[in-house]
């Protein structure tokens, strides 16, 4: 899972493809896909990060996916999520979704992307800054600095003023 090597927190959770995840030619429906990244997506922020109050308050505001291969019913597949920057109101993650081996198929990557959240706490309407509890958690270490880190802004570096 090498897009998600330089991010941190992660987590992820295995599943197997169920009927209900397939579409009429037999492998899986797109939205599958996001419902296992959501799950991998929970199991970070529930159980690795221990931030109940996170769910409330995220609406997407932008997906991206990249689909590679086809997924099969009865085939077991690792969803991961890892965040891959904090800015002051939204957070993006990085999320692979591989498939093993199954039916002679040798498995792998079938679907990777990005999910953008706001954080937008009950009864308001727009973003506002992350709690500190929440940057504290996610805190994304401080990448050893390179000639081409510093031209492209360390995208590895949490700056709470972003």
């Known amino acids: ?18 009927w209900v995840d397939t579409d009429a030619s037999g492998h899986q429906h797109n939205s599958a ?15 690795t990060l221990k931030l109940p109050d996170y769910f409330p308050s995220v609406p997407r505001v932008h997906q991206e996916i990249h689909f590679k291969a086809k997924l099969w019913f009865g085939q077991r597949i690792t969803a991961a999520v890892g965040i891959s920057k904090l800015g002051r109101t939204s957070m993006t993650y990085a999320f692979e979704v591989y498939g093993h081996q199954h039916d002679g198929l040798a498995g792998g990557v079938a679907a990777f992307g990005t999910v953008t959240v706001a954080h937008v706490p009950p009864g308001s309407a ?9 940057v504290q958690a996610v805190a994304l270490p401080q990448r050893p600095e ?7 802004g360390n995208p590895g570096h949490v700056d709470p003023k972003n």
Request: net charge neutral; no cysteine.
């Open 33 to 47: 896909v996001m419902r296992w990244v959501e799950s991998a997506e929970a199991e970070l922020f529930l159980h």
């Open 126 to 134: 727009k973003a506002q800054p992350w709690p500190v509890a929440v």
């Open 1 to 18: 899972m090498d897009r998600l090597s330089r991010t941190n927190p992660r987590a992820s959770v295995d599943r197997t493809v169920e």
């Open 146 to 152: 390179t000639e081409a880190h510093s031209r492209a």
